[in-house]
């Protein structure tokens, strides 16, 4: 069954810094990759896809992940982090090992100092 | 609509009461998925409708809890008795069935249990 891990529940850089989120994922199939993000009090939105055109994905307000297959991983980065980048970041994934489900990781809550 | 819609916003309601909490998803999106999320915490998933597959209810905590799916569309999530630890907020998210597909979530329906 596949699954997700993301490393560390929190997270903390300060405006203008790096901002890192890992992800992990677990899939006996080729797997096909997402991070949501949700700001205080809304829904959770798209922020990137990966679906196997390329292993570097471009998402909205900056962020981008790359696909690695031989660390599993689909980190979420973006250069340089902006006050209005605080929130909570989902990494899901989809593999079809007899339905479609999504399955979401735990989430990583993103804090940004000025 | 032109998104998913969760009616209602908000509830309150009084221990030991029924809940109903509604979902109208996306057009013709055959996928529709309840989580819950507690203050602070990430998503934790409830049930799962599959086109015209048999539900996934692998997640919901008890049989308290329940939900239905008429003609493929709108579900409605069930809560009896409800107790305090019941109180959250409930997103449902829908998609098209397929690997590449995104999940779109709806804002999300915020529980409180007196």
């Known amino acids: 069954a596949q699954s997700v891990t993301q490393l560390g529940s929190h997270v903390s850089v300060s405006e203008g810094a790096l901002v890192l989120l890992r992800c992990n994922y677990s899939s006996s199939v080729p797997p096909y990759l997402f991070w949501y993000v949700q700001y205080p009090n809304q829904g959770l939105q798209l922020l990137l896809k990966?679906?196997?055109?390329?292993?570097l994905v471009k998402g909205i307000n900056g962020f981008e992940a790359e696909f690695k297959k031989s660390e599993t991983s689909f980190h979420l980065t973006k250069p340089s982090a902006h006050m209005s980048d605080a929130a909570e970041y989902f990494c899901a994934v989809i593999a079809n090992t007899g339905g479609f489900k999504t399955i979401f990781g735990a989430g990583t809550r993103l804090f940004v100092k000025a | 609509g032109a998104g998913v819609s969760q009616s209602p916003s908000n509830k309150v309601t009084e221990k030991g009461k029924d809940v109903e909490l509604r979902c109208d998803p996306i057009?013709?999106?055959?996928?529709l998925y309840w989580y819950r999320q507690s203050l602070g915490q990430g998503l934790e998933f409830l049930i799962y409708f599959q086109g015209n597959s048999a539900p996934d209810k692998s997640g919901l905590p008890s049989d308290r809890f329940s939900a239905e799916r008429t003609g493929g569309s709108v579900s409605t999530l069930t809560i009896q008795r409800t107790q305090q630890e019941d109180s959250a907020v409930y997103l449902c998210?829908?998609?098209?069935?397929?690997?590449?597909?995104?999940?779109?979530f709806g804002q999300g329906t915020r529980l409180t249990v007196v």
């Open positions: 057009s013709g999106h055959t996928a």
């Open positions: 998210a829908s998609s098209l069935l397929g690997d590449h597909t995104e999940a779109f």
């Open positions: 990966y679906t196997s055109a390329a292993t």
